[in-house]
């Protein structure tokens, strides 16, 4: 049934018009003469009662400019910045190609198509990223907006990713590289390099450090907010031995253990990027090829396996929700399986 209601206003009267029929979400309308205002709401009345609807989108869909604006005020904005600027980069390019369309008319054929295009650009695992975004979206618009759309995620191929490259430090080149990190002009280099190396923290984790997040007489960093859930990391004797070497003598647990006070909004959504230049500089000048940041976290985590940590606490100690991660490492036991092996070679003779 249509109401209308009438409004006094210093530049003369107005009328609202609000149509609200059950199933169907509440309609308004404003109008400068009572006439037209009591026209739209017949006619509105005469749509919706006959099974049609008004405006942009039918009951249960949604335009899909409007769902994606809805889902970056209510869910990625409550994500890790890192996470939150992840997002925006992909939720670019999905407007650029579903712009104008409802999220229904999304189809997996449509998905599919970005998907090929997309590919001639980009790598796999950015892909996949774009079409997480994608599939919450729709995950979040049926389970919490009520609204009665299928995932077109869901019916299309995934691009396979490789499973990650492993370029890990010999002996030989972490002690080179660390004498190269000593004479770097940034002074907590060494130290910061030498934490990631023998806690297998990641390069961001590291460098966002501070001082209440460690407890030296226990030998323990608690990380609260980390890329997956909240853990806590052993330190090696090595490991607070080189904290204890920058701790300053009045230490406040809210000081940054190796960024500065004042840092820009990208690193401090980014920490280690603080530490990237003169790494990459250190890397160089110490002649290795083929490795990054990062791979100090695999290097940790080789040697923590070689040295007969099991993968459980392994995963454990690097954070990994699922075992996955920490599989990849396995191959590096092929030695150690051979020589046990070999102890029973003469069984039977």
């Not at 769902?67 to 407007?95: D, F």
Request: net charge positive; charged share 30%; hydrophobic share 40%.
């Amino acid at each position: 049934m249509a109401y209308i209601r009438k409004i006094k206003r210093k530049k003369g009267t107005i009328y609202k018009a609000e149509v609200r029929i059950k199933g169907h979400d509440p309609l308004y309308q404003t109008f400068d003469r009572l006439s037209d205002a009591q026209r739209w709401g017949e006619e509105t009345e005469i749509v919706l009662r006959s099974g049609g609807y008004i405006g942009d989108t039918a009951p249960g869909d949604m335009a899909f400019d409007k769902a994606l604006n809805r889902y970056e005020l209510e869910v990625s904005s409550k994500k890790r910045p890192n996470t939150q600027a992840r997002e925006i980069t992909s939720a670019i390019k999905l407007r650029k190609n579903f712009s104008g369309l409802s999220l229904k008319e999304i189809t997996p054929a449509r998905v599919a198509a970005f998907r090929d295009e997309r590919l001639k650009t980009v790598s796999p695992s950015t892909l996949q990223k774009d079409l997480a975004l994608l599939s919450h979206l729709y995950t979040i618009a049926r389970s919490e907006w009520a609204l009665e759309v299928n995932n077109p995620v869901a019916a299309i191929r995934k691009p396979a990713t490789s499973n990650g490259r492993l370029r890990l430090l010999g002996k030989d080149e972490a002690r080179h590289l660390l004498e190269i990190c000593k004479k770097s002009r940034n002074k907590k280099l060494y130290h910061y390099v030498q934490l990631l190396l023998h806690t297998g923290m990641r390069p961001s984790e590291a460098a966002g450090l501070i001082w209440g997040q460690v407890d030296i007489d226990a030998r323990i960093i608690d990380l609260t907010i980390t890329k997956t859930k909240p853990r806590r990391v052993p330190l090696t004797i090595m490991a607070v031995e080189i904290l204890l070497d920058i701790m300053p003598e009045k230490c406040v647990k809210s000081m940054p253990i190796f960024l500065p006070d004042n840092v820009s909004t990208t690193v401090q959504r980014r920490p280690n990027l603080f530490f990237r230049r003169a790494f990459d500089n250190a890397v160089k000048k110490a002649k290795i090829e083929d490795f990054n940041m990062h791979d100090l976290r695999h290097t940790a985590a080789s040697y923590l396996l070689m040295a007969g940590v099991d993968l459980r606490t392994l995963a454990d100690i690097l954070g990994h929700s699922t075992m996955q991660m920490v599989q990849r490492y396995t191959h590096l036991l092929d030695d150690h399986k051979l020589k046990a092996v070999d102890r029973i070679d003469s069984l039977g003779l």
